[in-house]
């Protein structure tokens, strides 16, 4: 699937759960944000919209019931709010890192990398209960076949945004070299 058509895909599916007496009308915008050309969208859209859709897809792939849906619904937003979070602080010490350690214009100063270091581990332990905490509340809405699915689902769903990212990196490196040649 080309990423023009995941994001028309997403965007129709949206508008779809959004109208009146869907299952997702109070949880989705009412209407489907307006589909940018594919060479300008950010990584952290392209993470929103597949959120999105998969949160669009668990129902089917877990064939969850219409009582079990809106519960799921809620506690998977929370476990991809929590993970966003998660890598989102983690990206920031990250880079702080990066900063203080550059040879060209690092500091020497060895206390604020331990701080760093040490607000790295926290910020991984802290991230790991939170995502233990979500995963539990998840399958508090499954049954245990449910919950399988629910693992093998998720770790599909990442290979596919992984392959959508590598599509839109290439797609991107494409755009620029036909521009440049111009």
Not at 8 to 35: D, E, N, Y
Not at 167 to 175: G, I, L, P, S
């Amino acid at each position: 699937m080309s990423l023009r058509t995941m994001i028309v895909a997403v965007g129709v599916v949206l508008a779809i759960a959004a109208s009146p007496g869907s299952a997702l009308a109070q949880q989705v915008p009412a209407a489907p944000p307006a589909l940018p050309d594919p060479g300008t969208i950010s990584a952290a859209q392209i993470q929103r919209w597949f959120e999105a859709f998969t949160v669009l897809q668990a129902q089917e792939a877990l064939q969850l019931s219409e009582a079990q849906y809106g519960r799921f619904v809620t506690r998977l937003k929370a476990l991809q709010e929590t993970r966003r979070r998660h890598q989102q602080a983690r990206n920031k010490i990250l880079g702080d890192m990066r900063r203080i350690t550059n040879p060209q214009n690092g500091s020497q100063d060895e206390a604020q990398l331990t701080e760093l270091l040490k607000a790295f581990r926290d910020t991984d332990d802290r991230g790991a209960a939170e995502l233990r905490k979500a995963y539990e509340s998840v399958d508090e809405t499954l049954d245990i076949r449910q919950q399988a699915r629910f693992r093998v689902f998720e770790e599909r769903m990442e290979q596919q945004k992984l392959e959508l990212l590598m599509r839109a990196r290439q797609n991107a490196r494409t755009a620029a070299r036909g521009r440049g040649k111009l």
